[in-house]
Nanobody, 125 residues
Framework: QVQLVESGGGSVQAGDSLKLSCKVSGFTFPERSMGWFRQRPESKREGVAGIDSDGRTTYMNSVQGRFVISLDDTENILYLEMNKLKPEDTAMYYC???????????????????WGQGTQVTVSE
């Protein structure tokens, strides 16, 4: 069974950094694409970053240059390095996966089949 488990969230101050992790199990196909999404209370989920089977990455405009998505194929862990955090980055962050070599729109949630339970990120000031 496919399982995605996020970790690394927490409460930080504006300008600080944080690195999220997503441990993947039961999903080791080479033709896979993965992504990070976030959702604030009473708001819809939005795509933050995506990475396909060839390592190509996509970022939403507001995090471009601040966040970095990467995948460790050996340990099957998806990462999201978050730098220069802002209060508007506050949200529940989810990782997602789908069996596909590439996606037409990597930041659209309907592209993905499997989801984690999420990890909370809170940025103050």
């Amino acid at each position: 069974q496919v399982q995605l488990v996020e970790s690394g969230g927490g409460s930080v101050q504006a300008g600080d950094s944080l690195k999220l992790s997503c441990k993947v199990s039961g999903f080791t196909f080479p033709e896979r694409s993965m992504g990070w999404f976030r959702q604030r209370p009473e708001s819809k989920r939005e795509g933050v970053a995506g990475i396909d089977s060839d390592g190509r990455t996509t970022y939403m405009n507001s995090v471009q240059g601040r966040f970095v998505i990467s995948l460790d194929d050996t340990e099957n862990i998806l990462y999201l390095e978050m730098n220069k955090l802002k209060p508007e980055d506050t949200a529940m962050y989810y990782c997602a996966a789908v069996r596909a070599s590439m996606l037409m729109d990597p930041l659209r949630q309907t592209m993905y089949h499997y989801w984690g339970q999420g990890t909370q990120v809170t940025v103050s000031e």
